[in-house]
């Protein structure tokens, strides 16, 4: 992508500046220049050029020694407890207060329903900016809200007003949600269907595993419902899932296989439908999305899908991005555990130093990702390092990519060997060397790393433990080179046996922590040290008089 940058001459005596800002000529410029220059952030008054100047004076307040996070508020929960863009939710998504203010504010509460009514989960939509919908409502933010009694509620996430209300179906129960495509379509997957003890004692086989409803957003639509049978898909199927346009299908046979869902779609629809539209759906007759007819399968799958990739892997879990595709896994052989695989999805070739392993000794695994700013690099995290990685054109090697090390972070710990010393019978002094684990908890390990998108930085959380209390520390290191501009203590004490979760958004960070059987959430908001403050305040030349 081409750049443009702003000099002025130094040694003139009216120094020439080039002024990109608002160029004259784009007057009888056609529409594309507009845009092109646009994208490139040649309009100081465009919203995006605006947004990443405040981005990054944002930034550099954040990594000013002056400023630190502090600790302003904290709540407990007996519920769990959810974050997600500014907005924390207890009582399963009834109660939602803001975190972008100074002190968190309270927005709405839900009112109370019975365990049958309850949420069972949710997703976070935002409104699109890029086009005007019909209906008013449809173009505020929103919480998809899916509930015990199979309905789906659109709720505003400024005031918990109900916008829209969607039943499900009569038959199945549905309980999960999630993103096929992000802030398009969404998925809304059943519980297995599991047969009955007395099915099974006479012999009857159910031939469909899950069911699976599919609508978009923006506005609300049900785009088609299927079933996950036996019949097309095998019979060792135990789950499915949506993502990016791809129907991904595990099996117990540690077997992962991707089909077009696009592809299934335009061959096995028997008839779309439209929420609120009156159908006749074999001897039954309803209204679509509405109790008790809900939204019908519509989508009959009758063979066997062509398979776009397959692929044999331990635990069912395989990642794909980079930059060409590349797809990360595990090898389901056991002697594999523990290392991860990087191969070329186009043909399934081992890139050179495509095997990556820790080679660590620790009760918690280590985990590996593609990294969350869309550049195909790969973050491998382990008790004591984080790997940031990239793919490249290969050289002189068999592999036609190779995988480097951009550049590492490492926590800071001593790693001499401990002795134990023990006293023989005979009064003799023995020190007995033995190996520690990698994640113990009087060593530095990192717990998380969270990528902050608009201020390009990787928060990486370091835990230790002293004297049975765990401290966590919050080190911010660039993302481009993984320097370390500061670093960050969390007043709360971290209990490493219960599960924990941590959030960087602009300013706030936000730390959800389980204390037994209830649940915590402390937040934490930049500030200036108070010490710095009464520094300045001295050395300011301004007098005090005194006036009678």
Known sequence: MATLSTRCSKDSTTPICLNLARPQVLRSAN???HISLRSIG????????????????????ILKDTTEFKKVWTRHSKSPIAYESGKIYFENYRCCFS???????????LPKVSKAEKIEDALLCQCPLERVLPQSSDQKPCLLALTANNWLYRYSTKTGEQLQKVYLSPRYKFRYLGWDVPQETFYIKSVQNKPSVMARQAGL???TIIYLAVLSVFPLEALAVLEINKKAFGATVVDVLLSQGLLVVSHSTKVVKLYSFENIVDKYMTKRLKLGQHCEWGSVTGTVGESPFGIPVNLHISEHPPVLFELACLDNNIQIGGHPWHVIYTPKHKKHRGTYHICSLKDGSLAHNGIQDMQCCSLESDWIYFHPDDSGRIIHVGPSRINVL?????HGYVSQYEVVEEFSITAQRNNSAVTQPSVTFSGRTVKRRFQELDDDPEKETFKVVEYEDELDLLAAVEVIVRDEIGKAYVGLYDNQNGTLWKKNQLLEAWDVTYSHEFFFDRDTMVHIAQEKSNFCCHVYKITHRQEDIEEQLEESPVKRHTCI
Do not use: W
């Not at 975190?99 to 509460?109: A, D, K, M, T, V």
């Not at 990239?390 to 290969?394: S, V």
């Open 390 to 394: 990239k793919i490249l054109k290969a």
């Open 42 to 61: 040649a309009f100081s008054t465009d919203a995006g050029m605006l947004l990443r100047k405040n981005m990054k004076l944002l930034r550099q307040l």
């Open 99 to 109: 975190s972008i203010p100074p002190n968190p504010q309270f927005l709405y509460e």
């Open 31 to 33: 529409a594309s220049v």
């Open 205 to 207: 086989d159910n031939n």
